[in-house]
Each structure stands twice: as C-alpha cells, then as structure tokens.
C-alpha cells in the first residue's frame, strides 16, 4: 500500500466493477469466444473476417459516429450490423442479427462469480458506509448478486457518459447526499476512476493489481490519493471492518 496524500475522513465509498471486484478480461474473451462461434453458424459468410478487417469496421463505426466513442454496447451493434450487411444481409435482416449477436454476448459477458472475499469485502463495508458502484462496462448487474449491498449502480449509456466524465461521478454523489471529498472512489484504471473522481474533488484509491510502477502508466495524469495491490488492503483503509 502507498499513500500519495493523506486521506480525508469520509463518508461513503463508490466502486468500479470490472477488473476491480472481479476479473473481467477472462470473461470477455471467453464471451468472445462463444459470440464467434454464434455469428458463424448464423452467419457462415462472416468466417471472412480476421481481426484486422473488424477493427477496420469498429473505425468504420466510430468515424461515422464519434459520438458512440465509449459507448461499447452501441458499438458492438453497430459493428454487427455493418459486418451483416457486408455478407450481402439487407438492412433489416442486419439490425436483426444484430441484436440477437449482442443480446447473446450480453449474456455470456455477464456469467461472473465474484470472487468470495471481494463479495465478503463488499458486505463488511455496507454495513458500516453507504455505496455506489458505477462501470463503463455492460455487464448485468442483476446477475452479480451484490445489488442488496449499494445503494445505486450506474451503467454508462443507461446513465450517461462513460468514465472519466462527470455523468456517472455526479450521479453516485447525488444519490450519497454528501460532499464529493466525502466519498472515496476505488478502482483499477487511471484514467476512468482515478482522473475521473479527482477532477471532481473525490478521493481515490487506485488497484493496482500489476504491480507496474505509477511512474510507467501512460495513464498516471493525476495521482491517486492511496494505491493498493490487492482489494483486500481495503481493510487497513476501514478501521470500522
């Protein structure tokens, strides 16, 4: 654990979900996995595509619409239905496909057990302070089974824009109803969590489960006020726990 600046009393934690309370690359790449399975027996033609021609339509995507920028769900329909119609789909069939092909990601994305003692983590600490968590991902919260424990989830899209913009931070504080020096943001990446909640005044405390010096993250604009190695040194923080 090192402490960048000493932290404030405070009133209420927010959290970050993927790759903070749960490994969430694993879980994407076996969802990818299983979508390229489903497009190709639904859409054999698709087998065409390696990865450099889908990263090609991704750009396509966004230089079409760069204002989908972080908003992952949106594109990966949008990629989709490109991807269809390229295989000689009409516009209809496409936005079809479409949205079975993100409907079944969606599913497979959000099929997560959380780890116990992060799970236990998250228990201990609601019944001491109220909590928020908030995630640029799309995973089903619902399916998470830690909803009984925060006070409010906030998804960007569903709530606004993604991190590092102000949406979802001003969200969390409105539904803390405290200050934001009074609330202290936990999460992985320095730039959606931690520059985020610092250009607001919240507190931070940074995992970082790499280990990779603060000093060699392209990311590292703004310091944390406390990086810690694993979610579990939370605890030093909540002397209450």
Known sequence: ??????????????????????????????????LKKWLLDHCPAMEAFDTAAWQKMRQDVLDAKPDLFGFITEIRAAVLRLAA??????????AALSADAVAFFLHHRSDITVPEAARELIIDISQHYPLVAMTNGNVDTDRLGLN??????????????????ADLFARAQSALECSY??????????????????RLGMQTCWLNESGQSLRHQRHATMLPDVEIST???LRTLLPEL
């Open 148 to 165: 009984p424990y925060f006070s409010a989830i906030y998804r960007a899209g569903e709530h606004g824009a993604p991190k590092p913009a």
């Open 181 to 198: 020096g009074e609330i202290l943001h936990v999460g992985d990446h320095l730039k959606a969590d931690i520059r985020g909640a610092k």
């Open 1 to 34: 654990m090192k402490f960048y600046r000493r932290l404030a009393p405070f009133q209420a934690l927010t959290f970050d979900l993927d790759d903070t309370l749960y490994d969430n690359r694993v879980v994407i790449m076996r969802a990818e996995r299983a």
């Open 85 to 94: 119609t390229r295989c000689g789909l009409s516009e209809q069939a496409a």
């Open 231 to 233: 979610l579990g040194q």
